[in-house]
């Protein structure tokens, strides 16, 4: 089992475009969660996914937004991309809400 | 609200020496309380939770519900234990990990 994984590792994108990242969970895990962790920052919760169903949600605009498939992968889009997006946006699996494992991120640079 | 603060950005210590790690949280009810670690290059991982109360790689961490604090603690540094060290709470029904910052650990040979 690969754990987590998370593509792509970098993005580099122009101010006002559009983002999708995306995140495989641990084998047998149902949930994922998405977090933005800005330079020198703890990971901020942006939002969890059960039962392909948005269940939880932190304190970010409606510009972030996602999915959950079949499947348990999970994609997170942000839309209108502003400078203070860049960040690294780490997703977590778990089987219901246990204990979370983290997949190693995906580097966004808004220029 | 919940929250967690960890004061020190960075700590740096002298193999062998012991080191802590401070954590305090503000939350008003029974919070479940967790250190995750990130070596270099590494994705972030559980170190250990309060509930379980054991010692992984040589550390603890003891919850005071009256000081309101999860600090890390181990007695003899090593430099293998170079990372940075997030502490993080998690409230009670199905509510979301909150972090604090991070520390820096830095063990000197």
């Known amino acids: 089992d690969a754990g987590v994984t998370q593509s792509p590792t970098h993005l580099i994108k122009t101010r006002g475009q559009q983002v999708t990242l995306r995140c495989s969970p641990k084998?047998?895990?149902?949930?994922v969660s998405w977090y933005q962790q800005a330079l020198g920052q703890g990971p901020q919760f942006i939002f969890q996914?059960?039962?392909?169903?948005?269940?939880q949600r932190g304190n970010f605009p409606d510009r972030f937004s996602g999915h959950q498939f079949p499947n348990y992968s999970s994609e997170l889009n942000v839309n209108a991309l502003l400078l203070g997006d860049s960040a690294l946006y780490l997703c977590?699996?778990?089987?219901?809400?246990?204990?979370?494992?983290f997949g190693p991120g995906t580097r966004l640079t808004v220029t | 609200a919940q929250r967690v603060t960890q004061p020190e950005k960075l700590l740096s210590v002298f193999k062998g020496a012991p080191v802590e790690l401070k954590c305090n949280y503000s939350?008003?009810?029974?919070?479940?309380l967790f250190w995750y670690v990130q070596y270099s290059r590494q994705r972030l991982q559980l170190l250990l939770r309060?509930?379980s109360r054991e010692s992984i790689k040589g550390f603890t961490a003891d919850l005071n519900k009256g000081e309101t604090s999860f600090h890390l603690k181990k007695p003899f540094a090593q430099e293998e234990d170079s990372a940075m060290y997030y502490c993080?709470?998690?409230?009670?029904?199905?509510?979301?990990?909150?972090f604090g910052k991070g520390t820096r650990l830095s063990v000197i040979a």
């Open positions: 939350y008003s009810g029974s919070p479940e």
């Open positions: 996914y059960y039962e392909e169903e948005e269940r």
């Open positions: 977590a699996s778990s089987l219901l809400n246990l204990e979370q494992y």
């Open positions: 309060h509930i």
């Open positions: 084998s047998g895990h149902d949930t």
């Open positions: 993080a709470l998690k409230g009670s029904g199905n509510t979301p990990l909150v």
